[in-house]
């Protein structure tokens, strides 16, 4: 039997969560340990798949480093990882110019920063054209450091964006910041935020497709 936590909570079904290399159970509070633990047996080749690939992962993620001479991603492009001479953070000449002699922690650090600081002129721009398209205005925009999610909407009509969506193509940010507009309509999911989101990017769906692509790539880096 595979090691595992289990929580009990009041739920109807067994869910099997597997992360950073562990086994979550999640069951029903009068369900007998025995049937939980069939139903686990019954799934020990799925388990067992998802267990190596978190392991990999964590693995990959332990051994992730930046230096100069590293690419990293802005717009979509390989973008080189430069020593600047004066000391201070920019973009220029397609280079992330940072610091000179910065450790990998300080360059992952400073690398971050020169998102965030692309991120708050790029993105507040783009949100004002779609918010114009679309009728709707939010009632602020903010650019965090998130590592989890790439935007968010929250019931006061506040949005932000992960300075990390910088690494994505021009086209693939247009389609998060439309995204977080369709919630200030559609505080959901529904077929009808969908609507409003194909409405304004008809082929949102290959958008989220090279999305989702670097989210999984992200996932075996550690940025701190």
């Not at 099997?16 to 979550?24: A, E, Q």
């Not at 020990?44 to 230096?67: G, H, V, Y």
Request: a positive charge; glycine letters at 4%; charged letters at 25%.
């Amino acid at each position: 039997m595979v090691d595992y936590t289990l929580i009990r909570s009041k739920r109807k079904t067994i869910a099997l969560i597997v992360d950073d290399g562990m086994l979550v159970v999640r069951a029903p509070l009068k369900i007998p340990k025995y049937e939980i633990e069939t139903f686990i047996k019954s799934k020990e080749c799925w388990i067992i798949d998802k267990l190596e690939q978190s392991i990999k992962r964590i693995a990959m993620k332990n051994a992730f480093s930046l230096t100069y001479g590293d690419f990293i991603l802005y717009s979509g492009q390989q973008c080189l990882i430069v020593g600047n001479t004066d000391n201070h953070i920019n973009f220029k000449n397609e280079c992330f110019c940072i610091s000179p002699d910065l450790a990998s922690t300080q360059v992952i650090l400073a690398c971050l920063q020169i998102y965030h600081l692309m991120a708050n002129e790029y993105i507040p721009n783009r949100v004002k054209v779609f918010s114009k398209h679309m009728g709707i205005e939010p009632s602020s925009v903010k650019i965090s450091n998130a590592k989890t999610r790439w935007g968010s909407c929250s019931s006061l009509k506040n949005i932000s964006f992960s300075c990390q969506l910088m690494m994505a193509e021009d086209d693939v940010i247009d389609y998060v910041i439309v995204h977080e507009l369709a919630h200030l309509l559609e505080m959901n999911h529904s077929h009808r935020f969908w609507a409003i989101v194909e409405q304004i990017l008809p082929d949102y769906k290959e958008r989220q497709i090279r999305l989702k692509k670097l989210q999984h790539k992200l996932i075996s880096e550690n940025w701190g």
